[in-house]
């Protein structure tokens, strides 16, 4: 049974990377075109759309942008210390060095999922990356199952928080609706700017960033 929830929450968590992957490219669009819209706008009210626009409290220094969540501490269970244990012995770079390239690649990915696991008290994700793996957890009971069950409702709210937030409804719209909602936020709310000042700025093309700048939470120190 825990196989089934295993496979259940790798999909989860490849729906919500994609869906966290796609929402940071909807973010900083977003974040580029009020930035630009913002260099239009009368200095007198720049402290009124950083409020009413960005949601930035000056005091707090919050907007709508950054991450609030807070972490709780977990101790690691006995039984994410042993499947942690295999999984790096399975998957570990050093272990795979004649490996033929490709799969040498799916290796060391598992591995980096491994450390991610750890360093961010994901243990239950762990369950999969063995599976993957090609360990037995056949083994594993009911504490187990429980761990994973419970992270699949995690990562399902997750993916449900990131699709009601605002970037989410942006990378959702089309160029008109773009429109309107940059209408309707910044000239229907009192600012001084042209609807084809808006126009423009969204016909203008953000910087793309370097791919793969991610950081991978120091594999290479690991290897």
Partial sequence: MIKKYAYKLKFLLEE???????????????????SEIKKLIRKDQIDQFNKSVLGINKEKKENIFEKNDKKENKSM???AKKIHKKITFKTH??????????????????YRKSISAIDEERYADLIPIAVESRISIDYFGKEE????INRCKEVEKEIKKIMK???????????????????NTVINMGFDIHENEIKEILRR??????????????LRNRL
Avoid: C
């Avoid at 199952?145 to 994973?148: G, L, N, T, Y």
């Fill in 165 to 183: 937030s605002t970037v989410w409804t942006w990378h959702m719209m089309n160029e008109n609706d773009k429109m309107k909602y940059l209408k």
């Fill in 93 to 110: 770079p050093d272990r795979n060095l004649n490996t033929e390239k490709e799969e040498k690649e799916l290796i060391t990915e598992l």
């Fill in 205 to 218: 093309k953000p910087k793309k960033r370097a791919r793969n700048q991610r950081p991978i939470n120091n």
């Fill in 77 to 79: 269970p006995g039984w």
């Fill in 16 to 34: 919500l990377e994609d869906a966290k992957e796609k929402s940071e490219i909807a973010k900083n669009d977003l974040k580029f075109r009020l």
């Fill in 145 to 148: 199952e429980e761990a994973v």
